[in-house]
């Protein structure tokens, strides 16, 4: 039994540098060491898909996306090729860069500020005919496939939207970031989506933009007991998602503390894997990683609660290295930390 995991989104190309004193304005600060790595959130959901198949799955991973004819989008195409990832419907736009993202990162915590140049990215606005040949073999396939989506793209509800109502068995994941409060105020958004993913800033800011439940109300039972407020976050979130879209998923993570789910029926914690603060190297990719990983499993039919554990495991490994999609670990690391815990 095959299926698939199509992520729509961005590839960039990330320059990081590495510094101990971030500068204020109109100040020069020498940084101690600079990188390139690949990127974008749609880049990194994919290869995180990809690196975290298990060796004999036989799902499938895509990536659709746009590149710039230069040679940081050949890099880019080539490296989702090395990590069973299709880039078949990558598409190279002439005369316009590739996505360019600007990373500072602050070594003593691993927190990160991130400048995006679009580039090809915002080009990404798919009509109807490319989207039924991206979707076309998803008529005739006997298990439901996963479609990730995030907003480094310029029109993410459009897309969401048709495959809602053209491949309505497939299985729409969300993650609303970077944050854009015209996208969240679009009914059609949360008509649509089986799965959301969403930081604890996030959350916060879906709740308040839907106008959905007191924010202050949430603030105070989170400041009680982080766990029991967040739960009720999430089954807040949970609720707005129109239950005719199926059997619906919030997701929340919560850095270093862990995460909560909530499903039309169930709502869990799921503690983090503690990372000692020494090893924490760069955060860029984490989110992404977990995201890609619960895909893969939640695309092999495994338990919730597996499938955030599993996905969990990966993203503490992600932030000891440095860099986005290059610090995402293989399915074995993955799988040999989680039997030594």
Avoid at 133 to 148: A, H, L, Q
């Amino acid at each position: 039994m095959s299926n698939s995991i199509t992520i729509i989104g961005s590839l960039n190309y990330d320059m990081v540098t590495y510094t101990y004193v971030l500068p204020e304005a109109g100040q020069t600060v020498l940084s101690n060491h600079f990188e390139c790595h690949y990127g974008g959130k749609g880049l990194n959901q994919a290869i995180s898909a990809g690196k975290l198949l298990a060796p004999d799955s036989h799902t499938t991973v895509r990536m659709v996306g746009k590149i710039g004819d230069d040679s940081f989008g050949k890099e880019l195409k080539q490296y989702l090729e090395d990590n069973r990832v299709s880039s078949n419907h990558v598409l190279t736009e002439k005369g316009v860069c590739t996505g360019i993202a600007t990373i500072i990162v602050e070594q003593e915590s691993g927190e990160n500020r991130i400048l995006c140049t679009p580039g090809a990215n915002g080009k990404l606005i798919l009509t109807d005919n490319e989207l039924e040949t991206v979707f076309e073999d998803e008529k005739e396939r006997d298990y439901p496939g996963f479609v990730i989506l995030q907003n480094e793209q310029p029109d993410p509800v459009t897309c969401i939207s048709w495959i809602k109502s053209h491949r309505p068995n497939l299985i729409i994941t969300y993650n609303p970031s970077p944050f854009n409060e015209e996208i969240l105020l679009d009914k059609r958004i949360w008509s649509c989506v089986n799965v959301l993913v969403v930081n604890e800033g996030e959350a916060l800011t879906c709740v308040k933009q839907l106008n959905s439940f007191s924010v202050s109300e949430i603030k105070d039972k989170i400041n009680s007991n982080f766990v029991h407020g967040y739960t009720v976050l999430a089954k807040e979130l949970n609720r707005v998602l129109n239950p005719e879209s199926g059997s619906s998923l919030v997701v929340i993570t919560l850095g270093s503390r862990g995460s909560v789910y909530a499903t039309d029926i169930d709502s869990q914690y799921i503690p983090s894997l503690q990372v000692e603060p020494s090893k924490i190297v760069d955060t860029t990719g984490a989110g992404d990683t977990f995201l890609g990983a619960l895909v893969v499993k939640l695309a092999q039919k495994e338990p919730i609660e597996k499938a955030i554990k599993f996905a969990t495991a990966a993203s503490s490994l992600t932030v000891q290295k440095r860099g986005a999609a290059e610090s995402i670990p293989q399915y074995e690391d993955v799988m040999s930390m989680l039997e030594s815990h």
